[in-house]
């Protein structure tokens, strides 16, 4: 799958989201479904947001045992998704499952691709020390994550486009990166501690960025979101 970017459609209701999809007339952006938008609209909005010929991410960060995320993802891998992912901090063996499950899925033996969170966008180093209890550094911690996310067979990690390149450097440059935290310099940081602008992440080597109230609460999320393909793909 080519570099793209992601349109975060983090709405309270399917009707929103196709409200905001039909200002689109030209594009058929590669949207991410997260928790708040699965639990209001379930499957159903992705089998139609498939039908209106959307790509998706579905951001539902599965972390549980490894039985429990087998048989979870096996069920999302028959949804038609083009991309799923669990929590890094599960353990390799719960990722190898989440991945059997996937491959399970599907019988004609394709899968969606399969990312791990290694951190929040929001989690500062601050809080990783204070109040998870980790002592290593944000940036060793995410290295360990994805190399873990690598042994267990998954494509990638989800990380902030500032760990993208020692993400690439520890796990090889065909291991994908998927970065929230994406700001323009003129933009609210609203909620992120760890932010770059879509021409950054591309130098740095992100390979998907996740572009949500930049696009989603623009005047014109069109232009918003023609302004971050611009700029992160050269289109």
């Not at 951001?59 to 891998?77: C, E, F, G, Q, W």
């Not at 310099?185 to 960025?209: C, M, N, V």
Request: a negative charge; one cysteine or more; charged letters at 25%.
């Amino acid at each position: 799958m080519k570099k793209d970017v992601i349109i975060a459609c983090d709405f309270a209701s399917p009707e929103a989201t196709y409200a905001f999809l039909d200002n689109f007339k030209d594009e058929k952006p590669f949207i991410k479904i997260g928790m708040e938008l699965f639990y209001a609209g379930g499957p159903e909005i992705v089998r139609e947001l498939r039908r209106r010929g959307h790509k998706i991410f579905l951001d539902l960060k599965l972390h549980d045992i490894p039985n429990t995320v087998r048989k979870a993802m096996k069920v999302l891998s028959s949804l038609d998704v083009d991309m799923v992912n669990v929590h890094a901090a599960g353990t390799i063996e719960m990722m190898r499952a989440a991945l059997e499950g996937l491959q399970e899925g599907r019988p004609d033996g394709s899968r969606p691709l399969i990312i791990a969170v290694t951190q929040l966008t929001s989690t500062s180093e601050k809080a990783l020390h204070e109040q998870l209890l980790i002592p290593e550094s944000i940036n060793d911690t995410i290295i360990r994550y994805a190399a873990n996310a690598r042994e267990a067979g998954l494509d990638g990690v989800v990380c902030s486009p500032l760990e993208a390149a020692i993400v690439k450097e520890a796990c090889g440059q065909e291991f994908l990166t998927v970065t929230p935290g994406i700001r323009y310099p003129d933009a609210a940081k609203d909620d992120q501690s760890r932010i770059t602008s879509p021409a950054r992440a591309r130098e740095i080597g992100s390979d998907f960025i996740v572009v949500g109230r930049p696009i989603t609460a623009a005047e014109d999320p069109v232009a918003a979101y023609r302004r971050c393909c611009a700029d992160f793909l050269g289109k």
